[in-house]
């Protein structure tokens, strides 16, 4: 017998999931890390079946986004339902920075959003480098920030952990705020 709290559940997951927009963010340069969130993007929609996963570039632009392309950064973090940072140690760009300075500045997006932080481990598995600096890691820390892991070069675990971060944060809103979940489109 299926449980009608379990079909609740599973109705408004596929119900909603179409609707579930999620933002990716990082670095766009050099060119490969630009790929990288790519692959990110594209994995989510096709495997996961996350069709309004997007990419800043990916979002309509307008005559304000052209005279600062920041503002498109602000309005797609402020109109996701999921904001997913990646830090690299190859990105060049301070666009990601400038991203996660505004969601810290912004208590409100902080609970929707987390970062996927590539990172170096010693032998016994702790990790010893981080693509971010000690100083944004206290900030992190100190608003409860979801931050997550993965060894330097490997998509799959970082996919993997940005998966399951979208199904927690998604189970989130369909439990608390399903209101906010709404068909519109920003890409």
Do not use: C
């Not at 994995?43 to 600062?68: G, I, P, W």
């Not at 920041?70 to 991203?99: C, D, P, Y």
Request: proline share 2%; aromatic share 14%.
């Amino acid at each position: 017998m299926f449980d009608s709290k379990a079909a609740d559940w599973i109705y408004q997951f596929s119900k909603l999931k179409p609707n579930l927009r999620i933002g990716i963010y990082g670095h766009y340069f050099p060119p490969s890390e630009k790929q990288f969130l790519a692959k990110l993007r594209d994995r989510l929609r096709s495997d996961a079946d996350y069709s309004q996963t997007y990419l800043v570039e990916d979002l309509r632009d307008s005559e304000e986004f052209r005279k600062d392309n920041f503002l498109k950064s602000i309005f797609a973090l402020e109109n996701s339902n999921i904001n997913l940072i990646v830090l690299t140690f190859n990105g060049l760009s301070q666009g990601a920075i400038r991203e996660l300075d505004y969601i810290l500045a912004n208590p409100k997006l902080v609970f929707k959003s987390a970062v996927l932080v590539e990172s170096e481990y010693d032998q016994e598995g702790n990790a010893v480098r981080r693509a971010f600096t000690s100083l944004f890691e206290k900030d992190l820390a100190a608003v409860n920030f979801r931050v997550a892991d993965f060894e330097r070069g490997d998509f799959e675990k970082m996919y993997s952990l940005a998966r399951g971060i979208v199904t927690d944060l998604f189970y989130y809103y369909i439990k608390n705020l399903r209101y906010e979940i709404r068909e519109a489109t920003l890409i």
